[in-house]
T-cell receptor, first 114, second 110 residues
Framework: KAGVTQTPRYLIKTRGQQVTLSCSPI?????VSWYQQTPGQGLQFLFE???????NKGNFPGRFSGRQFSNSRSEMNVSTLELGDSALYLC?????????????FGPGTRLTVT | QKEVEQNSGPLSVPEGAIASLNCTYS??????FFWYRQYSGKSPELIMS????GDKEDGRFTAQLNKASQYVSLLIRDSQPSDSATYLC??????????FGKGTSLLVTP
């Protein structure tokens, strides 16, 4: 099976701009989660989608939003970019429920805000 | 704030030795736990998952879970230089979100 794919892999934006990141989950996986990774804060949960519904959202400002499509692909959007938004954005997909719920990460999108 | 705590390291072990990585968590509602390996500049790679008390073995890796003590560990037997990476412990909360520790840096020396 192909793994999780994310596009673009690298992005440079200017403060105040907005950005959209895309994620395609492993075939058959219906849950997609997004995480932000920075050297200072580590990996932090942004939100999780299942069957086009956001089931959970992390402690991030409303500038961060996402959505999931009927084919399980997901996008996240960050508006009015700030310097502190520079990070590695990781998408993870999961196909299992119950106690395990293993999440598999894509390669990430490296966002640099200047 | 529900937290997952790990010693940041670096943990240095000689090639062929057993590396022992530890993690504690504060959210008693967490039921599933995961170990990820992350090489510099790469994304996290799932190594092990565990949700029952006791040990779970997969090749050179053994995960251990003690819910009463809120403690998770990962043992790597016959450590190889290619195992040198950051190991992330994560706990799944009731909202399908992974709470990650800051990671332990492991260095396996030849």
């Amino acid at each position: 099976k192909a793994g999780v794919t994310q596009t673009p892999r690298y992005l440079i934006k200017t403060r105040g701009q907005q950005v959209t990141l895309s994620c395609s989950p492993i075939s058959g996986h219906r849950s997609v989660s997004w995480y932000q990774q920075t050297p200072g804060q580590g990996l932090q949960f942004l939100f999780e989608y299942f069957s086009e519904t956001q089931r959970n959202k992390g402690n991030f400002p409303g500038r961060f939003s996402g959505r999931q499509f009927s084919n399980s692909r997901s996008e996240m959007n960050v508006s009015t970019l700030e310097l502190g938004d520079s990070a590695l954005y990781l998408c993870a997909s999961s196909g299992t429920g119950g106690p395990s719920y293993e999440q598999y990460f894509g390669p990430g999108t490296r966002l640099t805000v200047t | 704030q529900k937290e997952v705590e790990q010693n940041s390291g670096p943990l240095s072990v000689p090639e062929g030795a057993i590396a022992s990585l530890n993690c504690t968590y504060s959210d008693r509602g967490s039921q599933s736990f995961f170990w990820y390996r992350q090489y510099s500049g790469k994304s996290p790679e799932l190594i092990m998952s565990i949700y029952s008390n006791g040990d779970k073995e997969d090749g050179r890796f053994t995960a251990q879970l003690n819910k009463a003590s809120q403690y998770v560990s990962l043992l790597i037997r016959d450590s190889q230089p290619s195992d040198s990476a950051t190991y992330l412990c994560a706990a799944l909360n009731s909202g399908y979100a992974l709470n990650f520790g800051k990671g332990t840096s492991l260095l396996v020396t030849p």
